[in-house]
DNA sequence: GTCCAGGCTTTCC
DNA sequence: GGAAAGCCTGGA
């Protein structure tokens, strides 16, 4: 994909940006660590580095940052390389995603780091939204590193998996306000720290062995694993199914009472290699929408 | 082997 | 008081 880049005082500006918007990017549930100040700006920390996006008109500026960085990290990281138009054209021939892609037609799909995406969804197992960003900023903030400070906030990272094997179950669960999945975590921990489970061979295998290999860590089911094979491993046919997924597929192509086994096999089998993108439009529309909910 | 009920921390609506 | 980007365990 080619933008066009300008780089002044700490800051990248890629103008005219297509399919980028900030609140579809960051509020749909993919990340939990996006912050927005008051100007309608987004900050967050990632590999070691804080950085603010802000949208205006049709540029997209990143600040506290450079070009070395924008090339090294956040191009990958924003998944810049990725024609969105193309996928939305192809996913847009069926007429509800047409529907769910109007709405949430700036949504990208970040690539975002392994063992912090692995534990950040292992948080969000019947969990909600406001509460898995809290309890991962109490991590970060307990046990990560300070990195900067920026527009009056300190920013900390994720700690990696050997300092999270090394803390008591106990503790984690009551500083941090993950209750029972404190086990979860600290044993997932251990299992990527001991290498008992090697992660980092994940990118060279199919997304269903992919997958068997997750679900051997404790806290992580079905839903979690697809999570962690989109969101932090570019492996787009992955489809999570949750609770808004399967309420909105029940209430646009399948019966009620589906089992989330089948969603899972018809979705893949409807939209392919695009399962992906198309699970994230749905996700953002049946929540904001409400789609399905009990009232 | 598959399927299902019940339990789980705590917060939010 | 029910639900929340579910998972684990035990039993049929």
Redesign the pocket.
């Known amino acids: 994909m080619n933008y066009n880049i300008i780089e002044k005082d700490n800051k990248i500006t890629i103008e005219n940006i297509k399919d980028f918007e900030p609140k579809h990017v960051f509020e749909?549930?993919?990340a939990f660590r996006w912050y927005m100040e008051e100007d309608g700006s987004y900050t967050t920390i990632h590999h070691g580095r804080v950085l603010n996006v802000k949208k205006e008109r049709e540029d997209l500026i990143l600040s506290n940052t450079n070009g070395s960085e924008f090339q090294n990290i956040w191009y990958n990281y924003f998944d810049l390389d990725t024609d969105y138009g193309e996928i939305k054209r192809e996913l847009s021939k069926d007429p509800i995603l047409e529907e769910a892609i109007k709405f949430g037609e700036g949504i990208r799909i970040l690539n975002q780091e392994p063992f912090e995406t692995i534990i950040s969804?292992?948080i969000?197992?019947?969990?909600?939204?406001?509460?898995?960003k809290?309890s991962i900023e109490l991590i970060s903030q307990n046990y990560g590193k300070p990195i900067d400070i920026y527009n009056g906030k300190e920013y900390f990272s994720f700690p990696n998996a050997e300092i999270l094997a090394n803390i008591d179950e106990k503790e984690l669960?009551?500083k941090n306000?993950?209750?029972?999945?404190a086990k979860?975590i600290v044993s997932t921990a251990k299992m990527i720290n001991e290498k008992e489970i090697d992660i980092h061979q994940i990118p060279n295998l199919s997304t269903k062995e992919a997958k068997e290999i997750l679900?051997k860590?404790?806290?992580?089911?079905?839903?979690?694993?697809d999570?962690v094979l989109l969101?932090a491993f570019n492996k787009n046919d992955a489809f999570?199914v949750?609770?808004?997924?399967k309420r909105v597929m029940e209430y646009f192509y399948l019966k009620k009472d589906t089992?989330l086994?089948d969603i899972s096999t018809y979705s893949y089998e409807k939209f392919g290699d695009l399962a992906g993108f198309a699970?994230?439009y749905l996700?953002y529309y049946a929540?904001e929408k409400g789609i399905g909910?009990?009232k």
């Open positions: 749909c549930g993919q969804f292992i969000s197992a019947n969990n909600q939204i406001p509460r898995i809290k669960e009551e306000k993950v209750g029972y999945r979860y679900m860590l404790p806290g992580v089911g079905p839903k979690v694993s999570c969101f999570p949750d609770v808004w997924v089992k086994k699970q994230q996700f929540r909910r009990k």
